[in-house]
């Protein structure tokens, strides 16, 4: 499926005030929270499960034990405009695979659910300008990404790459590993690291939104892949 996406300048509301709190712990809302919006209930479910994790120091140490599991080893060489490119996902990718996985664990019941925390989400006001640009217009690429992905969803960091003119670079020299046996083992075991990862903080289940599973189901594909691509795409 196709999402519409609901962006940080159309919040309004319930969901512009998780939008704020979204961006106080990153330069920009990730497209899993922008799909989510147009469900402005299940928004609110996953962010309290996401925000509980963003902000327990032992997610950060997850996070970076995924960070450091998913770099491949390419031959590949990025330019410094890739770099600088996927530098904000490279630094956000491992803590929201974390997120995602926890989420996917509380939907599918592994996560015994728990009562959710007060939301304390700040009123809503206008966001401020993301400093991460994205074409959301289609590019010759995106129809590649979604075959290779085997999802409808082209994530938001080669909307990025593709925005600064530099995705063709980028998926040329990354793009094919997914198509590989070692692209397959690292993506797998990028996605069972984070199922163990995720099982770690039981006490973090409070998303039970059935409504949102297909949504969910796609960025958990999505996710591995994109953290593995990041890796690649701010290696020195």
Known sequence: MRYDLLHEEQAEGLVQAVFQDVRARMPFVPAIFKALARKPGALEQAWLQARALYDDPRAVEAASRLAALARPELPYRPSPAVRDAA??????????????????????????????????????????????????????????????????????????????????EAWGGIGPYFATPEGDRLVAAVEAAADREARGFPEYAFFAAEEARSVLAQFRIALPRNLVFAAAATAC
Do not use: C, N, Q
């Open 87 to 168: 530098a904000p996902f490279a630094a956000e990718l491992p803590s929201l695979l974390l997120v995602v996985t926890s989420l996917g664990l509380s939907l599918d019941g592994v996560l015994s659910l728990r009562p959710p925390p007060s939301s304390r989400l700040p009123a809503p006001a206008p966001l401020p300008p993301t400093p991460v640009p994205e074409l959301r217009d289609e590019h010759p690429l995106y129809a590649a990404i979604r075959g290779a992905y085997g999802t409808e969803h082209v994530p938001s960091l080669y909307k990025a790459l593709a925005a600064d003119g530099v995705l063709e």
